[in-house]
C-alpha cells in the first residue's frame, strides 16, 4: 500500500531563514508525490507535484521540492521563509492500489511556525 | 478562476439527527472525494465517485452515504450521528484524464459540530 510519512509534527525557523519540511514516501510502483499547505479553518491548497522528470520541483509562493529515490525522500524546501508560511503542510501520494479515482494518501502533517 | 464550493460552511447538529453536505465541484471536474479531518488529524478519505458512479470506498460509516448528481455536484448524507463525527469535511474535485498528474483541488470544508 502508498504511504507517506512525515517525522516532524512541527518545524520552527526564524524569518528569512532557509526551511524543509520532511516527507518520506513508500509505493509499490513509481510515486506520484504532492504536497499541500492548510491554513486555519480553510481547505488544502495544491502547492506543487512530483510525476515524473527533473528530481527538482518548482511550486507556488516560492517553494520547492526535492525528490530522492534512493532515499525515498520528498522534502519541501523554501529559500527564505517568511512569517506568512505558517500553516499546516501535508505531503501525499497518490493511489494506484487500483481504485478508479486514485485519491490522495496524506502524511500526517507538519506544522509550519515562522518566528519574525 | 473558478474553485470547489461547499455548502454549508459550518453546520450544528444534535446527537442522531441528520445533515447533508453539498459539494460543487470546479467545471468540467469529473471526480469529486469527500475527505473528513477530524481536530488535529490527516484528511482520511470517505468515497469518491467518477461520472455519477462510485468507484472507490474508505473509512466511511455505513449511516453516512454520498453520491453524484448528473450536473456532477456531490451530497453527502450523515445519519444518527455521533459525537464523533465532528470534524472538518473537506470536498475535492479532479479530472480523470491523466489521473496521476491530475491534483485534487478542495474546498474550504465543512465544519460539522455535534453536541
Known amino acids: 500500500a502508498q504511504s507517506v510519512a512525515q517525522p516532524e509534527d512541527q518545524v520552527n525557523v526564524a524569518e528569512g531563514n532557509p526551511l524543509t519540511v520532511k516527507c518520506t514516501y513508500s509505493?509499490?510502483?513509481?510515486?506520484?508525490l504532492f504536497w499541500y499547505v492548510q491554513y486555519p479553518n480553510r481547505g488544502l491548497q495544491f502547492l506543487l507535484k512530483?510525476?515524473?522528470?527533473?528530481?527538482l520541483v518548482k511550486g507556488s509562493y516560492g517553494f520547492e521540492a526535492e525528490f530522492n529515490k534512493s532515499q525515498t525522500s520528498f522534502h519541501l524546501k523554501k529559500p527564505s521563509a517568511l512569517v506568512s508560511d505558517s500553516a499546516l503542510y501535508f505531503c501525499a501520494v497518490r493511489d494506484s492500489g487500483g481504485g478508479a479515482t486514485n485519491k490522495l494518501i496524506f502524511g500526517t502533517g507538519t506544522l509550519l511556525a515562522v518566528q519574525p | 478562476a473558478a474553485g470547489v464550493i461547499q455548502s454549508p460552511r459550518h453546520l450544528i447538529k444534535e446527537k442522531r439527527e441528520t445533515a447533508t453536505l453539498k459539494c460543487y465541484p470546479i467545471p468540467r471536474h469529473d471526480t469529486v472525494y469527500w475527505y473528513q479531518q477530524g481536530p488535529g488529524q490527516d484528511p482520511q478519505f470517505l468515497i469518491s465517485f467518477y461520472e455519477k458512479m462510485q468507484s472507490d470506498k474508505g473509512s466511511i460509516p455505513d449511516r453516512f452515504s454520498a453520491q453524484q448528481f448528473s450536473d456532477y455536484h456531490s451530497e453527502l448524507n450523515m445519519s444518527s450521528l455521533e459525537l464523533g463525527d465532528s470534524a472538518l469535511y473537506f470536498c475535492?474535485?479532479?479530472?480523470?484524464?491523466?489521473?496521476?498528474?491530475?491534483?485534487?483541488?478542495f474546498g474550504n470544508g465543512t465544519r460539522l459540530t455535534v453536541t
Open positions: 509505493v509499490s510502483g513509481n510515486p506520484y
Open positions: 512530483y510525476i515524473t522528470g527533473d528530481n
Open positions: 475535492a474535485s479532479s479530472l480523470r484524464q491523466g489521473a496521476y498528474n491530475s491534483p485534487l483541488h
